[in-house]
T-cell receptor, first 111, second 110 residues
Framework: QQKVQQSPESLTVSEGAMASLNCTFS??????FRWYRQHSGKGLEVLVS????GEKEEGRFTAHLNRASLHVSLHIREPQPSDSAVYLC???????????FGDGTVLTVKP | VTLLEQNPRWRLVPRGQAVNLRCILK??????MSWYQQDLQKQLQWLFT????????VKSLPGADYLATRVTDTELRLQVANMSQGRTLYCTC???????FGPGTRLTVL
């Protein structure tokens, strides 16, 4: 069964400084990878989905995927206090409906 | 655009009592429907994916027993029983590489 490890558990950055979050997975069976955000007491918001090695940008959010090293990352450019939330990476095999989630990174952006 | 409606949005559940949840799909472009649970430690876990009307599945996890039913092309139900710890249940819809979450139903044990 696929396992997903996120790091760091928590991260504090200053407004405007790049924030980088990481995710490693246990094997190469998944073929699509997503990053979600969850504000306190709210639902999940998809930020970026990536299916091929390399980079995918959605606004201020950029995901990097390297299947060979079993690693996907998320970089947030010019973070704002409103970006403070839990960030979750998830992966799945296409057409299964089943996402496997990491435990999340708590991001705090200080003004 | 709201793809999924969940009701109720929250419920206080007396210990030992079962509760029934509904999820309504608003866009048939994403026909696969699934349930996920998020525990009090915020860990998200897939429960079921039901593709066709009439599909039913059961699952027992630490803290709750589940029965999921795909009622129609647009309605998914979940019965939660023997719940000992609060949790939030999310319905999702998906197709190919896209998957979207509903707003969730938060359950609290009395």
């Amino acid at each position: 069964q696929q396992k997903v490890q996120q790091s760091p558990e928590s991260l504090t950055v200053s407004e405007g400084a790049m924030a980088s979050l990481n995710c490693t997975f246990s094997d190469g069976t998944s073929d699509n990878f997503r990053w979600y955000r969850q504000h306190s007491g709210k639902g999940l918001e998809v930020l970026v989905s990536i299916f091929s090695d390399g980079e995918k940008e959605e606004g201020r959010f950029t995901a990097h995927l390297n299947r060979a090293s079993l690693h996907v990352s998320l970089h947030i450019r010019e973070p704002q206090p409103s970006d403070s939330a839990v960030y979750l990476c998830a992966m799945s095999i296409t057409n299964t409906g089943k996402l496997t989630f990491g435990d999340g990174t708590v991001l705090t952006v200080k003004p | 655009v709201t793809l999924l409606e969940q009701n109720p949005r929250w419920r206080l559940v007396p210990r030992g009592q079962a509760v029934n949840l509904r999820c309504i799909l608003k866009n048939s472009q994403y026909p696969w429907m699934s349930w996920y649970q998020q525990d009090l430690q915020k860990q998200l876990q897939w429960l079921f994916t039901l593709r066709s009307p009439g599909d039913k599945e059961v699952k027992s996890l630490p803290g709750a027993d589940y029965l999921a039913t795909r009622v129609t092309d647009t309605e998914l139900r979940l019965q939660v029983a023997n719940m000992s710890q609060g949790r939030t249940l999310y319905c999702t819809c998906s197709a190919d590489d896209e998957q979207y979450f509903g707003p969730g139903t938060r359950l609290t044990v009395l």
